[in-house]
């Protein structure tokens, strides 16, 4: 018997930080299979593991390399697999790596000319690469930062496989280019593109070109899309027919074109794309030139699919996953990245005939009693103007304690980034972390989520630090009046977007008694005039045009609002965030600590948006619990590293 936040978890903040690795960007080569890891426990590096049909497992990317890219800021796509050979953006240089099997990496992109002195390096950066074997070729996104200005050149290039010749521009003129797709043939080769102030869940089109003997685009065709049509994931069936996901009906569904025309191969209110923060994302993928697996979306949960192209029938194949992406296929297989309430993501091949599954690879192999696992309860809640929100809800979960008569758990909230994006119920360790403590969790897939339509994805449109607050908001009341939590210990949390959120919640209403900001903005007209590219105008929708509603930035950062910020704050930020920089947390943390708030303030050194190291991972968990033992009087059952907290 023991006070809920009190209770001892095997789920440590070392087990987190050391044990569990991410895994991303499946790539089938021949009868390999590839996948990226990213290590804490090596400093974050992101190494390119490869599985041969006998089941070994060896990585392909040495110590001292980092198989990353910088494009965009968010990177994805950092590396492709043919034939054998890796071609991958190597972290420290942003240069593009050949490697051979059982050779060292050696680079192939060349090192930029006539770079100026005050501009960093790592000015040349490559993504979303692949092979074009007829010319010898890799053909992907290049971001060029070498002219020094606030933006960077976006083009789409080629480069000979093995370094010789120059750097080839195939396509150019749009602020934004991805998802460059030859055709079995190599006569022709799409891709997307799209301008601000769009992002490419807005709108992107759709170009198609045919390839001159040398490789280079002659004739090009825009196939679909528009400024208010997003495509996603532009593929080639085996037999050369074109396919896509476009969400011109209000749902991303699949297409095929046909004819000049674009037919529709699925007519579900299910999201069969989602947001393209990252390169490199696939949800289908061509078992055959008649059959697509393919995954879909619907409310919040994962579904796998066969799609017989033929008779346009979808077999809904059942796999004990609620969450799939990262789509690769073969004749009678697919492989995918899956995950469930149940199950650490994890990447995984079904037997498409007989549904049997087999997992490869999971995220953490080190086992946990069930008795530690909330499974997530997914519910819908009454928000603002008759609308409905959606969240999982996560009870606090512990086989060995109980909480004495009549107490209620503390709850955490937590707002996801993006904000275009969404939460999931895959087992994640950062939330059974608290809910094996004795937190409730709610985690919300607020207005402005995908996963439940584009007009759900478009209520955040102008109302960015209002839908997001009101649904957070909202869903903690419903639990509260439901008596499932303590009214009085509510906290919320959030990185980046969700950071955001958290500080303009704690700002702008009173609900919350604490709040956790992990690289979060406080000041939305900073962010719009000192972010990056990618999303230099993305704020354009999310709150209005800058500077002409200048008026909107202001009311809605919490930096002006600091007066009206009554409870405890901590704030954790990396020192190289290009996203979001870190005087947003400075200052958010000296106007607090003059004003009398109990605050505090967790710098990083060496990390970027989003930490990866195993050591900075483990002190904010640990950071964060004795913060919140502290502002909810609960002891941790376990010993965890002080920090220092301003005016408590």
Sequence with gaps: MASYGSWKSPITADLIATAAIRL??????????????????EEGRSVVVRRTPDGRTVDVTPPGFNARTLANEY????????????????????????QDPGAAPRPISPLPEHVPPRIPGRTLRYADGGIDRRRGRIVCVCEDHTAGAREAVNTLVSLDIDGRGPIRVLASGYDFFSSPGLSPDGSRLAW????????????????????????SVARTELVAGGTDESIFQPEWSPDGILHFVSDRTGWWNLYRVHGGRADVLTELEAEFGGPQWVFGMSTYAFASADRIICSYTQRGIWHLAELDLTTRTLRPIDVPYTEIASVRAAPGRAVFLGGSPAEAPSIVTVDTTTGDVKVLRRSWEHPIDSGYLSIPQAIEFPTEQGNTAHAFFYAPRNTDYAAPAGERPPLLVISHGGPTGATSNTLSLSIQ??????????????GGSTGYGRAYRERLNGQWGIVDIDDCVNGTRYLVERGQV???????????????TTLAALAFRHVFTA?????????????????????????????????????LYVQRSPIHFVDRVSCPLILFQGLEDKVVPPNQAERMFAALRERGIPVAYVPFEGEQHGFRRAENIRHALDAELYFYSRVFGFDAAEPARPVQISNL
């Design 192 to 215: 997307l593109a799209w301008n601000h102030p769009n992002m490419p869940w807005d709108g992107t089109d759709l170009w198609v070109g045919e390839l001159a003997g040398d490789g």
């Design 433 to 446: 972390f608290w809910t094996s403590r004795g937190f409730a969790v709610l985690d919300v897939n607020y």
């Design 486 to 500: 303590d009214g009085k210990r509510l906290a919320i949390r959030g990185g980046s977007a969700g950071g955001y």
């Design 515 to 551: 709040g956790a900001s992990y690289y979060g903005v406080s000041d939305l007209e900073a962010l719009a005039t000192e972010t990056h590219k990618f999303e230099s105008r993305y704020l354009d929708r999310l709150v209005g045009p800058y500077p002409e509603r200048r008026d």
């Design 75 to 98: 990177g994805g796509g950092a590396y492709v697999a043919d034939r054998g050979v890796v071609y991958f953006s190597h972290f420290a240089d942003q240069r593009l790596y050949r």
């Design 24 to 41: 991303e960007r499946v790539v089938v080569d021949g009868d390999d299979i590839c996948w990226l890891e990213t290590r804490p426990a």
